[in-house]
């Protein structure tokens, strides 16, 4: 029995069950620790895909089986953390039930990713763990030094804009080095020293900062490369 080519497989399952276990501790009311559950499914997500490469074991199987982990720890999840956080901070009985439409445009995002080709070294739309690391960081921010611009209107303009980015057709960049040269790597290592500058200075603020300038500078990037190539 090949016991590796399992390994990546158990990393996803590690993955879905932080998501399962962070939806119950979210229906308690317990949002910050199931914040902390979805941060540690991010870090799993990341090394199910870095597993499967380093063992050369990467399966059709797996890339479905991580697709539907994905679905649930970072499009159920944030819808969750999103309807009890407008659940608190608004007084319209049925608005809270908008916070599941990023469950859906994250269903419709893995949809698309699993069809299509193009997105080998970059993303076409924001990428579902950003999403639900940008959703996720309201449950802090509402209980911080911030508190004052959480709203139940910022939150649903949240809900509404981040859910079509998810199935914008806009190219974001991957954090994914093929070399580590400065000339390969402007923009990856430049969105690195930002999110560093960001993190020292904000704190838990620098969260939603860092997803902000991650779309922006791949959108400042696409512009220099349509140039470069006219």
Not at 148 to 155: K, R, T
Not at 157 to 180: N, W, Y
């Amino acid at each position: 029995m090949n016991i590796k080519k399992h390994i990546p497989n158990t990393i996803t399952c590690g993955n879905l069950f932080c998501g399962c276990l962070g939806i119950v501790f979210a229906f308690k009311g317990d949002l910050t620790f199931a914040t902390y559950l979805l941060w540690l499914a991010m870090v799993l997500d990341f090394f199910d895909g870095f597993a499967a490469r380093i063992l050369k074991v990467s399966s059709p199987i797996g890339k479905e089986l991580d697709s539907l982990a994905d679905m649930v720890t970072f499009g159920v999840l944030p819808s969750v953390i999103m309807f009890h956080l407008l659940e608190h901070y608004s007084e319209i009985e049925y608005l809270p039930y908008s916070a599941f439409i990023i469950a859906i445009f994250s269903a419709l995002r893995l949809a698309k990713f699993n069809i299509d080709d193009r997105q080998q070294s970059v993303f076409i739309g924001l990428p579902t763990p950003a999403n639900a690391l940008f959703i996720s960081s309201f449950a802090f921010i509402a209980i911080s030094d911030y508190a004052g611009f959480v709203n139940a209107g910022v939150l649903v303009v949240t809900s509404i804009v981040f859910s079509l980015l998810l199935i914008a057709p806009v190219e974001l960049f991957a954090l994914k080095f093929k070399s580590f040269s400065w000339k390969d790597n402007q923009v990856r290592f430049t969105f690195l020293l930002i999110s560093v500058l960001c993190i020292v200075g904000f704190k838990i603020l620098a969260i939603p900062l860092i997803i902000i300038t991650y779309i922006a500078l791949s959108l400042v990037n696409n512009a220099v490369n349509k140039k470069s190539s006219a």
